[in-house]
Each structure stands twice: as structure tokens, then as C-alpha cells.
């Protein structure tokens, strides 16, 4: 339904974007996913129409967007700050896009309250939106987006300023209602878990580029990088090298080679997932630095004779200080 | 959207019924059937009765619009600005004080009207009449005559009176340079103590505490202790028949003028006022029959009551009223040519020595 | 379109202003005492003139600013019975033409006047204790009494659309009012204060009649030297050069306040005055905001209370005396009709200005693109221009070069508009660069074209200042400032007009007329303002 064609985008001088592909399928939610100022909300505000790339072309259900202005392109947004319009209320915040559709003034109102109703706010149609809560507020701002029915919804960051319970709420709930309707959607965020809850696909936005692009599974399993590893949260990063024999050889000792994933090349990395890593008698000293309780385990950063940082898991607390040996049961290889 | 319908219905109401009723605004060369315009550019101060004007127009089929331009100095400034494409057909108001600049520019077409001979000759101060006199009146200081009774003293008599300790700060004048009356009086100074003596006088009447004011109103009414608005001096340059309008205008209250004259020699000075065609009016054969009708007796004789000078006519009849305006015996002497070689140097000297 | 529509203002200052600007410069500095120009430079009285002139302003309008803040706080921030009332009444003095208001601060502050008897009457004195007339202090007061409003009422409608929130999140921080209010509004609020302040400078700056008539003969304004150079001494030169200094001036300051504006103009979070204003809750709020009312009030309605109690010492009979021709003068005014025109004049000015104005305050709106920063401070600053010029250059300038044009009503108003488009262009424009791009572009992608965007969300935002600007060009209008008294139409006089006529002459009755007139133009301002203020244009009151 959308297709970025090599789309190029400088920003003070900089590249910001370059050579941006991407197809979004109908009935497909993506995210887009990478650290502040990587240009996830450049991207969005290009396919807006908002700016203009230097290069490259966007093309929406067939049709090439460059000459067509924002608000006839069909898309709809929502916005990091929601941008709900002060001087009018919950309805008519709502009613807005259906009044520059032109529909009939009784269609509007069943439509507004279908889709108050869809979002859990029905009822709200009278408020002020000044005086709303944050959660609230982002709904309605939701609602305004959804009720045109537009063929493709984005959202830059808009569970930002919410706690982190809400935020997951509303990402399920989210998630849910869009998939109900079965619209198409680019989410963009700068939370991992966010883009990987709400998401069918997920691409990575890193130094200009794409730097990975698939379902959240398989992007967890088998990161392109040290830079998508490292984002996921696996920081367990070391270089490493291949040697003809088969194995691996790292600063944490030797390793067999994985039975897949050889990106060969010069830079090679080895990833060593925490839950990978078990306590044991024997195997790789290593001295507790720091130990922390977080969903439902206690999360462990060691130092090992080494030199090496690591993180591990275990079910029950480590004391500071003590030294504990570590075994590692498989590695993966990844590219810098 | 309902809202902005009514709304600017609303006002499209206002607006119309707020329109001026349409004053035709005839072409200044109509159709020979309807009336022609003449324009007479005036000062501010400028009166006429309506029945008598409405006399002029129904005698030449015309419509006579009075266009009021300021103050003297003012009014004529822009008349002179404007010569190129004068704003109107005649003007009246330049007096003696200023009659040198106004033939110095050329603005007026020389024209002897119907009455010429009997004007006095006192008042003819252009003998081609590019001017013709009309009115004139003595610029005189007024005095107010219960304050100088209360104090027991004597109202002052001559100018010499207004540097004596016993009547300091008890005075008000006009800027020279911002007023008529203010140019007047000055020149009275110089008339009565010479070219050489009169700054003494004014360095005098600076040591003795002596008000200056930008304007005729402001000095009248705010600051002398008859205007009632808090002033407090009872000595202030005004008009000759300022005491009598006292009276005319007091509704009734007043059987005297609450306020004197000055009328000592030499102590007022006679200012003449003055009408000329301009040259280049559209409609010069009417401004040229207004000139002759202003010195009709008809309107010789409405002059007193709407403007509060005299007639230049002698055979013009006065009101009744004007039994209290006054006239000085000797008014002061300043010769036109001296005038208009040293006006701008004598207030420029007076505002060295009074105001810096 | 847009480029044509941004033009309007353009054209309009071209040929209203620029062109009569220039022909009397030119006219000008032809004559042939032009050499003349030299004793400006050369003679220290002008350089004392200019001094004085910026002295007063900058001093003028640092108390203007700080007397009227409070007031601004006041009617922003809550809700009170009477409200519109009072704040139409804080606009009259504006209005008023100036020999009226000198003769009521004459006749209340003079060393005869109501407050000098009662002192001497209440502690036994000799001489009058207050001898304010003709010093600095009673211009200061008199700037003070006429710009009051300014500050009012374009601080306070920024403010009140202010997000109170942002207060609050300081003190919960741990500021006292006094430092959330000089950290957190105060930046807050500069666009508005400093657009109120500029205002307010060259009002102050090109003052004439209150520093002629109350300042006395020996203190002087550039605007009341180029008045003196005129009208008798007719050095034209001189009162050239002096104009032009003038004019540098306001050009000078308004490209500096330009660039202030430019930093401090931030998209805010603006909420509507509903939300934002609440009643009057404890005890001590109320108290102090009475004292605070109460001040303000007998500040500036004293004066004007003692014109309209005068009006009547007689009976009403000055009144009934308006409606008498009785000397079957030619240049009667009819009461009625000097009310209608007024009004008329004014309406249409308010329409004008109000167009122009938002046009000229959307072509000056501070896009992204930093490249087009300076041509826009300039027209900023062009715009400020008419308000900074001297009326009598300028007034001359319409008798040179618009004579012709002198016969029409349209003049009368274009002139009214030339003086009013400046009020608001400064009323509007600190809340338009203050909506967040962010809505127009969530209306855009909403599918709303430009033009919608515009009526959905600009307008009902923009219009509660537009409704400031709209009062300042109606009074503006009603009290004829600047040069509009040199281009009006004798047959059509307005009130101020017949004010002028009836002082022409002495006496009782003509002196009470002026101040029945007076009166009336008081009240049928005062009603103008509160409908103006009334209109709601598009959808909800902001």
C-alpha cells in the first residue's frame, strides 16, 4: 500500500535520511524504530507531505505523492505532542476531519460517537480537552485520527509522555483496535518494547538507514548488528574472530562455532545473551559489580578476570562483591 | 457560520444608516442648470449666519462650502503648499501679521472689488488688492475685574504696568510662534517699546513670573482664574471683545463683562484679516462675486456677532451687545514691511530670551 | 493569492504614506532657506529637544508598564462583575482630545484647581502644595492616564490566554509567586509586553498636545519643535530634518524590538480565557484586587468624572444648548450629526484597519526559514512607521500630494486606518506566532486545505486579538489622533471636530458646550468599545 522509494533527506548540511526503502502492506502495522534524532519523524513528516526529500519518491496505493498536498493525500497522523485543537471541544476535535470530508451533519455525529465509543471514551463528547488527563487526552487524539478512515494511520511517538503501566496499556489496546478495523499503520518510536509490542514488522532506523527489517521475533533472534543488539538491549557485545578450525575466538576464551549465522567479514562480533549464561562452579570467574531485581528477575552486571563486563540473569540475588564463575552456553556471531 | 451571516448583515445595516446623508458632492463645473461650488478656505475661527450665506448662493446659484483649515498660521501654510493645485477658490483669514508671507508666495490673484472705495484706508494694506480687508479686531490683554477688586489693586493701565513687582505672576501669553494672538501681542511689544528696548521688556516680564502657553484655549480657559478650571492668572492676551462674548455667551448670567481691556497706548495691536482669490481656483468668478458680498453690508453687519471683531465698513450697523466690546484708541504700530523683514528673527529672539 | 493579499498593506503605505511622506520632504528641503538645516546640527537646544523627547518616553513608559501590569494580571485572570465595563472605561481617556483633558487636569492638579483648594483648605496653607502643572510629573501622569489601556489591554489578552498551569508547575517546584512570576511568566509574557511597550514608547514619543498644552512653553518634543518651526515661523526645512530624526528613531527602535521579538516569540500551549479565568476565591485576592480596582479608577476616571459633572453644573442646560443653532452660525454642528459621523468613521476604520492589520500581521509571521528574517523585521518596522511620524509633517503631506483627493470621504478614513493598522498589527501578532505549527499541520493532515486551516484555527484564536486591535482602531478613529484632524471633511464634522469649534470662542456657554460634547463622546466611545468587543467572529470565543 505504501512504498518508499529511495528517499533522501538532509538535515543542516548533514544526511539525515538516505536511500530510505520500505514497503507497508495492507492491513500491516510497522514500526519504526531508532534513538532520538535518527529522522524516524522526518520520515513520517515526508510521507506526510509536510517536507519534501531531496531524492526519492513516495507512492500511496499506486499513486506517486509528490505533487499531492498533506491534507488530500488521505494519511492520517498522530502527533508526539497530539496537538489537539484547543478552542473546541472532545466532539468537534473529533469531528474535525469528518467536517473537511464533507459528510452529513447526522453521519458525523453517529461516526464521532462510534468511534468515541471504540477508544473508551464514550461520553466524553461534551469535555474540554484542556481538562482531560494524559491517557485520555491521547485517546482522543486517537479518535480524531481514526474517525476519517483514512487508508494509512502514523504515529510519531505518541505514548511519550505517558507512565510506563499506561503506556503499556494503551499499546495493547492500541494495537488491538487497529487491528479490529484492520488498518494499516507506521508507528514511530524510540522504545524497543513499544515498536515490538505493537508492531508486525519492525524496521530499525540507524545512521540514515534501514539497518534491519522484519517481525520483532525475528529481528530478537538474529540482530543484523552490534547496533541493533545493542538497542534490543543485548549488550553483551565482544569482538571476536573466526578461526579456520572452527571455532571462536574471543576475549572471554574460545567457542564453538553457531551452527548458523557466519556473517564472516572482518568485524565480527559475539553476542552472548544473558539467559544464555549460567552460574556455575567452574568456568569464567567473574566478580559481582551490580545487582538488580527487574521483571521477575534479578538482572547481574559482572566483571570477569578478563576485563569483560557482562550481564546475566539469575533467579535469586547475588551479593556485591562475590565472585561467581560463569559458563556460557552458545554464542552467536554477529556483524559490527 | 450563522452567526457570521447575521453579524455582517448587521453591520452592512449600521453602515448604511450610518452614511452620511450624500451632501451632493456636485462637480465643481456642474451642468449649468445645478448650482456651481465655490470653496472658501478659512482659519478655525471662521462664522457666518447661515440665512446670510444662503442669501449669497440663492443670488448666484451657487453652493458655498467652507473649508476650515486650522489656525491661522496653519491654515495659510497650507494654502501655500498647495498652490500648485490650490484646495480652493479664495481664502480668508490671512491677516496683517502674515499678509507679507501669503503675497511673498503668490498665492492670491490681484482683484479690486465693488466696495473697494469705502473701505478706510487705515485697512487697505495692498494697494493692488491681491488681499482685501474684511474685519479686524484688537489683540488686548484681558484682566479679570473681581480679582483685582478682591486684591485691591489697579488693574494694570499700559504694558510698562506688567513688569512692576506688584503684578508678578499674575500674567499669561501665547507662544509667537504657535499662535496668532501670541504674534500679535509680541509685535505690540515692539510697536510700543522699539526694535532695541522690547527685549528688556520681555526679559522683564520673564524675571517677573510670566506664563507662556502654546494656544489661545488653553491660556483662556485653563489657565486664567475667570475660566474656572483651576487657572490662576488674572492677566491674559486675548481679543478686545473677549469681555463682551463674556457676556453674549454667559446665558443670561452676566450683565457686565466679568473681564477689562488693556487699552493703554500702544498696549493692543489691531489685527486686520484679509480675503484673496487664489489663484488657479476652479471657480474664480464666484470666489471673485464672494469677495465683493463679504464686503456687503449684509454681511459686514453679521460679522460682530459670529466672529467678535469688527466690521472694516464704517456704515455697518453694530449689536446691541457690542456696547461692551472695546477698540484701543492707539493700538500699536509695526509697519507691514518691517513685518515681513523681521518676523521669524523677532521670535526667534523672543524664544531665546522668554522660553530658553 | 497569498503574495497578492500580502501586498495590500504594501500598497496602501505606499501610496498613503509614503507618497505624502516624500512630497513634503522633497517640498521641503527645496525651498531656499534649506541652508537653515545646519542650526539643527549645529545648535545644542535640538540636541536638549531630543533628550528630553527620549527621556520622557523611556520614563513614561517604564511606569505606563508598571502601573499597568497589575491590571493586565487582573482582568486576565479573573472573573469578575463588571469587567468589560471597567476595562472600556480605562479606554476613554485615549479618546479624549487633548484641550479637554489639559483643562481637567487643569481644573483638578492647577494651583487652582480642586485638590490644591481642598489641601489648602484641610491644612491651612498659603499657597497651593501641589505645583505640578508645567514640570515633568504632570506629563508623566497625563502619559500615563492616556496609554494606561495600551498596556491592559494587549498584555492582558496575551495573558489570558496563558496556560496558568505553567505558574502553578513553579510554585509545586518550590517558587515563591514573586520568582515564578519573574522566571516563568514574565518570559512568557515578553512578546506581548514588549509589543504593548512599543506602543506605548512612540505614543510618548511623538506626544504633542498633552506636552503643549500641559508641559508648558518651555518644555518640548521633537513633535512640539517641528509644530513650532511650522506654523508661524514656516521653516520647513527645519521641521523637515526634525521629522526625519523622528522618524529614524522610530525606525531605529522598532528594528531593535524586532529582534527582540524574534528570540522570544515561542509556540505556546494557549488555552481559552474560560478555562483560564476563575472567580474571585479568598478573602485577601478579593481585598487586594478592590484596593488595586479602586486606584485605577480614581486615577483615571477622576479627571474624566469631573468633565462629565461639569457638563452639568447647569442643569443640562449646555446640553440643550447643543441642539440650538443659536446664532444661525454656518458652522453649527448638529449634535446628532457629528455623532453619526463619528461613528461612521470609525466603523468603517475598525473594518479596514482590522483587514489590513491581519493581513500585514500574517505576512510578518516568523516561519522556519531564518533566510527571510530580515526583510521581515523591516516590514515590521515599516508598519510602525505612521505611528512614529509627525502629524503635522505628515498632515502637510496629505494637503501636498493627496489635495486633489481631499474631497473624498475615503480619505478621512484611510487616514484614520493609517494611524490604527499599526494597533493591530501589534495586538495580533504576538498570538499568531504563538500558535503551534503542530495544529495547523494535525488540521492538514485532517484534510483541511490552507484556507480552512486558516478559518478553523487560526481565526477563533487569532480573534480575541483581533477584537484588541478592532477597540484600539475605533478609538483611534473617535478621537482623531495624529494628522486625521488635517485631512477631515468640513461638512462632515465629527465630534472632536465640533469639541475644536465650540472652544474657538469664549464664554460660559461655549466652554460648557465643549465639555457636553465631551460627554458624549465619552459615552458613545464607551458603548462602541463594549459592542466591538461583544462580536464573535467564527465559531467559539477564544
Known amino acids: 500500500m505504501l512504498e518508499l522509494v529511495n528517499i533522501t533527506k538532509q538535515y543542516a548540511g548533514a544526511p539525515l535520511l538516505h536511500d530510505i526503502s520500505l514497503t507497508i502492506h495492507a492491513g500491516e502495522i510497522v514500526s519504526l524504530l531508532g534513538p532520538s534524532g535518527s529522522g524516524k519523524t522526518t520520515l513520517l513528516r515526508i510521507i506526510a507531505g509536510l517536507e519534501q526529500p531531496e531524492q526519492g519518491e513516495v507512492i500511496f496505493e499506486g499513486r506517486h505523492l509528490r505533487d499531492v498536498p498533506p491534507h488530500r493525500r488521505g494519511i492520517g497522523m498522530m502527533f508526539q505532542d497530539l496537538a489537539l485543537f484547543p478552542h473546541k471541544n472532545v466532539f468537534e476535535n473529533v469531528a474535525f476531519g469528518l467536517r473537511m470530508q464533507g459528510l452529513a451533519r447526522a453521519e458525523i455525529r453517529a461516526r464521532v460517537h462510534e468511534t468515541l465509543t471504540l477508544v473508551g471514551l464514550a461520553g466524553f463528547a461534551e469535555r474540554d480537552v484542556n481538562n482531560l488527563s494524559g491517557g485520555e487526552q491521547q485517546r482522543v487524539a486517537l479518535a480524531r485520527a481514526l474517525a476519517p478512515r483514512p487508508r494509512l494511520l502514523m504515529f510519531d511517538e505518541p505514548l511519550g509522555a505517558l507512565d510506563r503501566l499506561l503506556r503499556e496499556q494503551l499499546v495493547t489496546e492500541l494495537r488491538a483496535i487497529l487491528k479490529r478495523i484492520g488498518m494499516t499503520a507506521l508507528y514511530v518510536t524510540h522504545d524497543q518494547d513499544e515498536a515490538f509490542a505493537m508492531a508486525d514488522r519492525v524496521a530499525i532506523l540507524h545512521a540514515t538507514r534501514i539497518v534491519q527489517l522484519g517481525t520483532p521475533a525475528e529481528i530478537y533472534r538474529a540482530p543484523a548488528n552490534t547496533f541493533v543488539a545493542q538497542f534490543l538491549g543485548l549488550t553483551n557485545l565482544f569482538p571476536a574472530r573466526q578461526r579456520d578450525d572452527g571455532t571462536v575466538e574471543t576475549g572471554l576464551g574460545e567457542f564453538a562455532l553457531p551452527p548458523t549465522g557466519h556473517p564472516g567479514g572482518p568485524s565480527v562480533y559475539a553476542l552472548i545473551r544473558p539467559e544464555r549464561v549460567r552460574i556455575s562452579t567452574t568456568g569464567i570467574a567473574a566478580q559481582v559489580e551490580e545487582c538488580v531485581f527487574r521483571a521477575g528477575k534479578y538482572r547481574a552486571r559482572v566483571l570477569t578476570a578478563q576485563g569483560a563486563r557482562m550481564t546475566i540473569e539469575t533467579e535469586n540475588a547475588l551479593a556485591l562483591g562475590a565472585t561467581i564463575h560463569l559458563h556460557i552456553q552458545t554464542i552467536e556471531l554477529i556483524q559490527e | 457560520m450563522f452567526k457570521t451571516i447575521v453579524f455582517v448583515l448587521l453591520l452592512v445595516g449600521w453602515l448604511s444608516a450610518c452614511a452620511p446623508a450624500p451632501t451632493a458632492t456636485p462637480a465643481p463645473t456642474a451642468t449649468p442648470s445645478g448650482p456651481r461650488e465655490v470653496v472658501i478656505m478659512t482659519h478655525d475661527s471662521f462664522a457666518a449666519s447661515e440665512s446670510v450665506i444662503k442669501e449669497f448662493e440663492s443670488a448666484n446659484n451657487a453652493r458655498v462650502k467652507i473649508l476650515k483649515s486650522g489656525d491661522t498660521g496653519s491654515a495659510l501654510n497650507k494654502a501655500i503648499l498647495a498652490k500648485a493645485s490650490p484646495l480652493a477658490d479664495a481664502f480668508y483669514g490671512v491677516d496683517n501679521t502674515f499678509l507679507s508671507r501669503a503675497l511673498k508666495e503668490g498665492i492670491f490673484e490681484a482683484y479690486k472689488p465693488a466696495g473697494a472705495a469705502q473701505i478706510p484706508a487705515e485697512f487697505v494694506l495692498d494697494a493692488e488688492f491681491r488681499a482685501t480687508p474684511i474685519d479686524y479686531g484688537d489683540v488686548c490683554l484681558n484682566y479679570d475685574r473681581a480679582y483685582f477688586a478682591k486684591k485691591n489693586l489697579a488693574p494694570p493701565q499700559t504694558l510698562d504696568d506688567l513688569i512692576k513687582p506688584a503684578y508678578k505672576g499674575l500674567t499669561v501669553v501665547q507662544n509667537p510662534a504657535t499662535s496668532s494672538p501670541g504674534l500679535a501681542f509680541l509685535l505690540a511689544t515692539i510697536g510700543y517699546f522699539g526694535k532695541d528696548k522690547y527685549l528688556d521688556f520681555w526679559k522683564a516680564m520673564r524675571a517677573n513670573d510670566v506664563l507662556v502657553t502654546d494656544g489661545w484655549s488653553d491660556a483662556y480657559y485653563a489657565k486664567s482664574t475667570w475660566g474656572g478650571k483651576g487657572g490662576d492668572r488674572p492677566i491674559v492676551v486675548s481679543y478686545a471683545t473677549s469681555p463682551a462674548a463674556e457676556v453674549y455667551f454667559s446665558k443670561g448670567k452676566l450683565t457686565e463683562p466679568p473681564t477689562g481691556n488693556v487699552l493703554g497706548d500702544g498696549a493692543c495691536f489691531r489685527q486686520i484679516e484679509f480675503i484673496g482669490v487664489l489663484k488657479g481656483a476652479k471657480n474664480p468668478d464666484l470666489a471673485r462675486k464672494f469677495v465683493d458680498f463679504m464686503l456687503s453690508t449684509k454681511f459686514q453687519e453679521d460679522i460682530p456677532l459670529q466672529m467678535f471683531v469688527f466690521p472694516v465698513m464704517a456704515d455697518a450697523k453694530l449689536p446691541d451687545f457690542y456696547k461692551f466690546a472695546q477698540t484701543a484708541k492707539k493700538p500699536a504700530v509695526v509697519s507691514a514691511a518691517d513685518i515681513d523683514a523681521n518676523r521669524e528673527a523677532w521670535i526667534k529672539a523672543w524664544t531665546e530670551v522668554v522660553l530658553r | 493569492m497569498r503574495y497578492f493579499l500580502y501586498a495590500l498593506p504594501i500598497v496602501f503605505l505606499v501610496t498613503f504614506y509614503f507618497y505624502p511622506l516624500g512630497a513634503i520632504l522633497q517640498t521641503s528641503f527645496a525651498r531656499e532657506n534649506a541652508r537653515a538645516v545646519a542650526e539643527v546640527f549645529t545648535d545644542p ?498
Open chain 3, 45 to 542: 537646544y535640538y540636541a536638549r529637544v531630543l533628550v528630553f523627547t527620549i527621556g520622557q518616553a523611556t520614563l513614561s513608559t517604564l511606569l505606563t508598564v508598571l502601573i499597568a501590569l497589575p491590571a493586565a494580571y487582573i482582568f486576565a485572570r479573573y472573573d469578575f462583575r463588571g469587567a468589560a465595563l471597567l476595562r472600556a472605561m480605562t479606554t476613554l481617556p485615549f479618546v479624549m482630545p487633548t484641550i479637554v483633558v489639559a483643562t481637567a487636569f487643569s481644573a483638578l492638579l492647577g494651583p487652582r484647581g480642586s485638590i490644591n483648594l481642598a489641601l489648602m483648605q484641610l491644612f491651612q496653607l498659603e499657597q497651593p502644595p501641589l505645583r505640578i502643572m508645567h514640570t515633568l510629573t504632570i506629563i508623566l501622569l497625563a502619559h500615563i492616564f492616556y496609554n494606561f489601556t495600551v498596556v491592559l489591554r494587549i498584555v492582558g489578552g496575551f495573558w489570558s490566554n496563558l496556560d496558568p498551569q505553567l505558574e502553578h508547575a513553579a510554585r509545586v517546584l518550590g517558587a515563591t509567586r514573586a520568582r515564578a512570576f519573574w522566571h516563568i511568566t514574565l518570559p512568557l509574557l515578553a512578546p506581548a509586553l514588549l509589543a504593548a511597550a512599543l506602543l506605548v514608547f512612540i505614543f510618548n514619543f511623538t506626544s504633542f498636545g498633552i506636552i503643549l498644552i500641559l508641559g508648558g512653553a518651555r518644555l518640548a518634543t521633537l513633535e512640539v519643535e517641528i509644530y513650532r518651526q511650522t506654523v508661524n515661523l514656516f521653516n520647513l526645512p527645519v521641521a523637515a530634518t526634525l521629522s526625519l530624526i523622528q522618524l529614524i528613531c522610530t525606525f531605529a527602535l522598532t528594528l531593535i524590538y524586532t529582534r527582540l521579538q524574534a528570540r522570544l516569540a515561542r509556540p505556546l500551549r494557549l488555552r481559552p480565557q474560560t478555562t483560564v479565568r476563575r472567580p474571585l476565591a479568598r478573602a485577601r485576592e478579593k481585598i487586594v484586587v478592590a484596593l488595586y480596582l479602586a486606584a485605577m479608577v480614581l486615577f483615571l476616571m477622576t479627571p474624566l468624572v469631573s468633565i462629565v459633572v461639569a457638563s452639568f453644573e447647569d442643569g443640562g442646560s449646555y446640553y440643550a444648548e447643543l441642539f440650538i443653532n443659536r446664532r444661525d452660525s454656518i458652522m453649527y454642528v448638529p449634535p446628532i450629526e457629528a455623532v453619526r459621523n463619528s461613528l461612521f468613521f470609525a466603523s468603517a476604520t475598525v473594518i479596514l484597519a482590522a483587514s489590513l492589520g491581519l493581513i500585514a500581521a500574517y505576512s510578518l509571521e516568523q516561519r522556519q526559514h531564518s533566510r527571510m528574517s530580515v526583510p521581515v523585521r523591516l516590514l515590521d518596522a515599516v508598519y510602525m512607521l505612521p505611528l512614529g511620524t509627525s502629524a503635522v509633517t505628515l498632515g502637510f503631506g496629505f494637503i501636498l500630494a493627496l489635495g486633489g483627493w481631499r474631497a473624498s470621504i475615503a480619505l478621512v478614513i484611510l487616514a484614520h486606518t493609517l494611524v490604527a493598522f499599526p494597533f493591530v498589527v501589534r495586538a495580533i501578532l504576538p498570538i499568531v506566532r504563538s500558535i503551534a505549527p503542530r495544529l495547523r499541520e494535525a488540521a492538514q493532515m485532517l484534510g483541511a486545505s490552507p484556507e480552512r486551516v486558516w478559518r478553523e484555527i487560526d481565526l477563533p484564536i487569532v480573534t480575541r486579538a483581533l477584537l484588541v486591535g478592532a477597540v484600539f482602531a475605533f478609538t483611534v478613529s473617535m478621537g482623531e489622533f495624529g494628522a486625521t484632524m488635517l485631512v477631515a471633511r468640513p461638512d462632515l464634522p465629527t465630534i472632536p471636530m465640533a469639541i475644536y469649534r465650540v472652544l474657538a470662542q469664549p464664554g460660559l456657554a461655549n466652554f460648557g458646550q465643549a465639555l457636553a460634547l465631551s460627554t458624549i463622546l465619552m459615552g458613545v466611545t464607551a458603548l462602541g468599545i463594549l459592542a466591538v468587543e461583544r462580536l464573535r467572529v467564527g465559531e467559539a470565543e477564544f
